[in-house]
Each structure stands twice: as C-alpha cells, then as structure tokens.
C-alpha cells in the first residue's frame, strides 16, 4: 500500500495542483449530474402522471366538424350579403349535445367503470350579483361566438364535483358543506365559488335565484349546498370575453339541462376504463352507437399532449448528459493526461527505484480517485441547485410553448362547448388552459432530487474517465527507458 | 554476487563513433569501485546501463551469469541495486525522512516502516532530525545529495552504484562519504561502484578504472 501513502503525500503537498483539479472536476461533474438529476425527475414525473391519469375517454361533440360547418356557412352567408356578416359577430354555431339515451348505451359496453355527465348552462344572477374582474367586465361573455351563453353565470353540470377535472387535478377544493354527489340528481343543489359567496355574503344553506337568458325568462332558486376556492392562478388565466372562473357553479347534470330546456341531452361524458389496454377496443365499439358529428377522445392522447414538455425535457437532458458527458471526459482527459506528462520525471525516478509500472499507475489513480470523491460531495450538494434551476427553466419554458399552442387550437370556440376534459366554465379557450394549467402545476412540482442510483452513475463515470486518462497519460512515458526520461527533463 | 559487463559497445547515433566498444569487466561484493574519465566520456551513460536504467547497443550486463534483461530490470532495479544520481533524483514532494522510507517500502526492506532506522541513517550522513522532516526542496544541493545516498544506504541491494556522490559535498562531508562507501563494501559487503572527478575519492577506491579511448582501463588494484 506504498503508493496509497505516496499519493496521499502527493496530495497533501501540491495542494494547490490539488485544489485546481479538484475545482475543474467538480465543475464537470456538476453539469453532468444536472443532466442526470433533470433526467431522472423528468422520467419520474412522466410516470407519475401515467398512473395517476388513468384511462378515460371523453364523449362530445366533434368541435372540429362543427367549426369547418360553421366557416362553411359564414362565407357562405358573406358571399351573399356582405352587409349583413360585417356588424355581426361570427355565426353561432350549435354544438350537437349527447342524448343521455345514447351515454348510457355506451356505458352498458364492456371494461367502463364508471361514468360523468358534464353539462353547461349560462344565466343570469338574480338578486345577487356576479364577480366581475377588469378583463370580463367590459368584454362580457362571447367575444367568440357565444350563443347562448350571455349570462353572467355558468352553471356547470356535472354527475359529482369529486369526478370533475377541476377538483379532481385539485386547483378547485370544497371548503365547506359538500360536493355534488349522484344524490343532487334533479335537485337545485349547487357548489358555488368562494369569492361568490363572499362578496353576496352566500353561505352553505343560503339559496340564489337566476334566470334564464332567452327572452321569456324562468327563475329557477338554487340551494347552496357547498362552497369551493379556486386556485387564484387559474382566474388570472383568463384573457377578454372569458368569465371569471368564480362566476362558475357546480349543479347536477340535470339542473343545466333543465335551465337549456332540454333534460335528455349532456355537453359531454367521460367515461372511465376499468383497463387502458381496453381503450382501442372501447373506442371501437362505442364508435358504432355515436353520429360522425360526435368525437371519443381517450385521456391517452390528451396526456400525450400534455407531457409533451416533460418529453422535451427529458431528451433535451439526455443530450447534456452526453455533450456534457462527452466534453467533460475529453476535458478531465486532457487535463489528466497534461498534468501525468508534468510529472514524467517523478515518474521516471519511481521507475529508476524499481516500481513496477502497475503500482505507478495506481498511485495516480488513487490521487484522482481521491479528487473524485471531494468532486462527487460538492457536485452533490451544488448539482441539486443546478438541477433544480435548469429544471425550473426547462420546463416554465416548455409549459409556456406548449400552452400557447393549446390556447391558439382551442380559441374560437365558441359557446358553451366544454373541451375535452369536460364540464369546465363555459368557453372552450379556458377549459383547455384549466387543463394544461393543472398539468403545468405537476410539472412544475418536478422533484430534481438526487439519488443514489445518480451519484452511483455519476461516480462510475468519473472512475472511468480517470482510468482512462491515467492509462493514457502514463502509457508513452512507460515506454520509455528511465535513462531517457530522467536525462531529458 | 559478480556483476560483469560483457562485449558492451554502444553509440547513441549512428552517425557518431561509439561511446565505448567491446568492453569487458567484472564487479566484485566486498570491493570498491572508482570509475574516472573526461565529462561527455560516458560514465553516467554506462552506470546507466550497470543499473538496469538503459540498455547498450551491443553486449550485456550479467548477474552471477545471467541477463539482468532475463531477470527483469524492474526486478533488478527493486531489489539488486541502489542508484545514486549525479542530480539527486529525490521525490520532491516528500520530506527526506519520507523518501527513505518509501525507497525502503517499495523495495520491501526488512528495515521498511522501522523509523528509527530511517533516522539513524540519515543521521549518519549528518541530516539530523530536523532536516529530515524538512520537505526536501528545502534542502540545500549538498544536504539533498546526502539524502540520495542515505536512500541508497538504507535499502537492502547488495550492488550500490554512484554517479559523483560528493560533487557537492564539502571536504569534510566527502571525507564522511568515503568512509561510509568503504564500510559499505568492506564490512557489509556489497559492490560498490563510483564515478568521480575527484582525485582523492578515486583512490580511495579498491580498484581505479580509467575510461578513455572508448575503453576501460585498470589505473590501480
Ligand atoms: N540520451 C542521450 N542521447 C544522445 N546522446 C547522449 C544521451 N545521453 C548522453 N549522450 C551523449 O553521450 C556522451 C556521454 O554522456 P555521459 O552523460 O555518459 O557523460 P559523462 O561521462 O557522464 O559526463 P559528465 O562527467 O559530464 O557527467 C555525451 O557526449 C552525451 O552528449
Ligand atoms: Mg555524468
């Protein structure tokens, strides 16, 4: 074990030399473990939110259709009388609704567990008055195309609050009184929002009256039966023309279809699969029982939307972990190999003592393995930073590109069509940003943590970019006869 | 233990006249060696090859007989000799006491790890125990040089070669010296070989060889 006490004496003395070497592989090995760190998190964080999804699919109708329907028909119309089409907002469009007939059908197929109506209605506060913010103040309801939906408050009907994907991704929490459970079918029990009720002075037990927005009004008196907090960061989402998110409240499915004047139909359903391998084949056979100007979107595609970001991330950390990688290892090399070819001399005299080639190239190993270790504690506590700010960065950037995309697709929506996810606030621009904002919550809870299995990596790493530099770095000197290195200093 | 030079012819470049040619000698255990001769004669070249450091363009070296490329120069270097060289060649980021010790752990001495052997031995070649534990970069050239020659003291190799082990001694140190080279050779037995400019430490050898004309000769028996 001579050369353990050499190498420690050589480290001891060339402090300095040490402390440099020790600081250019940290710097190293703190890029490297942010990649894998970022990685690792974004690995974690996608399979996370794969189990917790769970496999659904969404009924409704194909907005898709019904839009190229609707610009069909405008240009149609403007092409006739120009004079007309120029005042008026862009046509309304009705969305077909989902007989509940035809749901229930589809929930008699196989592989579903279960099943949410969601439905919408838009009405006007009576006796209290609705939450206004600067942006729907003056804009109102409809800059794009809404219908019907000029009242001030949306009723979202739902089967249970505890299914809908506002509460259930928890941006929207009860805080008093209860949910809207299956037991609130065809009752005027509704869920209202706490900044409703504050500033209507609304309690749990209190009743509201709306009315209707067509022309010969009903009253309809709702009983508040609970009171939910959104998440703030959701009512600053929404841009002109959309409703503050408070103005939103939860009944059962068939409140909203009473209030529209048509209790056989729902906006959407959302079934839930007792297996996700059963999708395809769900989907198949639900197909047969829907028109064409119906649309089944399994949570499958809609995830892989949303963990587009998290995809991103992850290869865009793969490629630092190799450039990184592989810089880092030509760098520390070349380093290594420099500063073996420095200590030629030294070399040569342990050669001219009689130590066998082996013993030297282990006293350079152990030095660098030493400056390994001290490299793996800083890269370890200052890699956490890194990681957690480059991951920080990554995804805040991707989730903003992502959302833009999604916000774009979904805007000119119009009426109260909910979006995929179903049963959100009326315009189709916010559910789908509600949406995307739950997924960017998630994201953004990215846990950069380091684990053994990293360090481990990391460390294996670092072993073998000094084996490597060692070898070559003392190979053409060994080569030599320890005359030679020892005369031409 | 007879070391023997056999046919040595060696040339650095094709284009030069060889250093030496078809030198024949043998070293004894018990006797001492000087070796004289002009700078740029090739004493330090041929030390080099006596101590495995190098090998000749022609001719070999042998040990009892035998090849010391056969043995190993490694091998031979570890455990058959101890060098001294003209420029020292300490590990300089050790103390003196702390290159002797290594020099006695790498060869695998039976004095290895015994510290108050390490000391005694620098001690007799006047490098108290202050000096010993000082780095040796902070030596002076004549207190380094002692150094060298305690390191090859110390360790168990029966052949010890020296190229200008006094250079940068006094008068007084190299009169030290001297006697610690005889009683190397007389008491303890081993082979001693020296080079040297120095008149007087020449003759105080055994055996006085001169290299000129590319070839050895006896001075003195
Ligand atoms: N590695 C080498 N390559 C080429 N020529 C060399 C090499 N080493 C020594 N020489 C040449 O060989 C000759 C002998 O050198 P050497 O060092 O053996 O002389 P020396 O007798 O020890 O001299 P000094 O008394 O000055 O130490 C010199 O002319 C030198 O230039
Ligand atoms: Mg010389």
């Known amino acids: ?489 | 233990m007879t070391l023997a030079i056999k046919d040595l012819t060696h040339q650095y470049n094709a284009q030069e006249k060889p250093l030496y040619e078809h030198i024949n000698m043998s070293f004894e255990p018990k006797m001492l060696y000087s070796i004289v001769g002009q700078s740029g004669s090739g004493k330090t070249t041929l030390l080099s090859f006596l101590a495995g450091l190098d090998t000749p363009s022609e001719g070999i070296i042998t040990l009892d007989g035998e090849d010391i490329t056969k043995y190993g120069l490694t091998k031979y270097r570890n455990q058959k000799v101890a060098i001294i060289f003209q420029s020292y060649n300490l590990l300089n980021y050790m103390t003196a006491a702390q290159n002797v010790a290594s020099a006695l752990s790498m060869t695998k001495s039976k004095h290895a790890g015994d510290k108050e052997y390490i000391y005694n031995t620098l001690e007799k070649l006047g490098i108290n125990h202050t000096l010993a534990d000082k780095n040796v970069q902070q030596l002076s050239g004549g207190q380094q040089q002692r150094v060298a020659i305690a390191r090859a003291l110390a360790v168990d190799a029966n052949i010890v070669i020296a190229d200008e082990p006094t250079g940068n001694l006094d008068e007084e140190n190299t009169q030290e010296v001297i006697k610690i080279f005889q009683e190397l050779a007389h008491e303890i037995g081993k082979t001693v070989i020296l080079v040297t400019h120095e008149p007087n430490v020449a003759q105080a050898a055994d055996v006085q060889i001169s290299l000129k004309n590319r070839t050895f000769t006896i001075v003195s028996e």
Do not use: C
């Open chain 1, 1 to 489: 074990m001579d050369f353990i006490k050499r190498a420690v004496l050589y480290l001891r003395q060339k402090i300095g030399r040490t402390a440099l070497i020790t600081l250019v592989m940290s710097a190293i090995m703190i890029f490297v473990l942010a990649g894998i760190i970022i990685q690792s998190a974004a690995i974690q964080a996608t399979n996370s939110a794969k189990n917790s999804a769970g496999t659904t699919v969404t009924l409704s109708a194909d907005r898709e259709k019904a839009f190229a329907s609707m610009r069909k028909s405008q240009s149609s119309s403007s092409s006739t009388s120009s004079s007309s089409s120029s005042n008026t907002a862009p046509t309304a469009i009705t969305m077909p609704s989902v007989k509940i007939k035809t749901a229930e059908k589809i929930a008699a197929l196989n592989n579903v567990a279960g099943y949410q109506y969601s439905n919408s209605a838009s009405v006007n506060a009576s006796g209290f008055s609705a939450v206004t913010t600067s942006s729907s103040s003056n804009g109102g309801q409809g800059g794009f195309g809404g219908s019907t939906s000029s009242g001030d408050i949306t009723v979202s009907g739902v089967s249970t609050t505890a299914a809908e994907s506002n509460f259930k991704s928890k941006s929207y929490k009860i805080t008093s009184g209860r949910g809207i459970t299956a037991s609130d079918k065809n009752t005027n029990n509704v869920v209202i929002e706490s900044e409703l009720a504050t500033s209507n002075n609304l309690k749990v037990g209190s009743t509201i009256k709306v009315k209707t927005t067509d022309d010969d009004s009903k009253t309809y008196t709702l009983t508040v039966v609970g009171i939910y907090k959104a998440k703030t960061s959701t009512s600053s989402q929404g841009g002109p023309g959309m409703s503050d998110p408070s103005n939103t409240i939860y009944s059962s499915y068939t409140l909203a279809g009473t209030i529209n004047g048509d209790t056989s139909s729902v906006t959407s359903v959302v079934y839930t699969l007792t297996d996700s391998s059963k999708e395809k084949a769900f989907t198949k056979a639900a197909k047969k029982l829907i028109s064409s100007s119906f649309s089944l979107t399994s949570s499958s595609e809609t995830y892989a939307l949303l963990m587009k970001p998290m995809k991103n991330v992850q290869s865009f950390a793969n490629k630092i972990v190799w450039i990184v990688g592989i810089a880092g290892t030509i760098i520390l090399a070349l380093i290594t190999v420099l500063m073996i070819r420095e200590r030629r001399h030294e070399i040569g005299v342990l050669m001219a003592l009689g130590e066998s080639k082996f013993k030297i190239i282990l006293q350079l190993f152990s030095e660098l393995f030493a400056v390994l270790l001290v490299s793996l504690v800083i890269a370890g506590v200052a890699g956490n930073f890194v990681g957690n700010a480059v991951g920080k960065q990554l995804v805040s950037q991707q989730t903003t590109s992502t959302q833009t995309t999604s916000t774009g697709a979904g805007f000119g929506g119009g009426g109260q069509q909910p979006g995929g996810n179903g049963g959100g606030p009326s315009s189709s621009g916010q559910t789908n940003q509600t949406g995307m904002k739950a997924s960017g919550n998630q994201i953004n809870t990215l846990k950069a943590k380091i684990s053994a299995k990293s360090m481990a990596e990391l460390g294996g790493l670092g072993l073998g970019i000094i084996a490597v530099a060692v070898v070559a770095g003392s190979t053409p000197i060994f080569r030599l006869k320890p005359k030679k290195i020892l005369s031409n200093e």
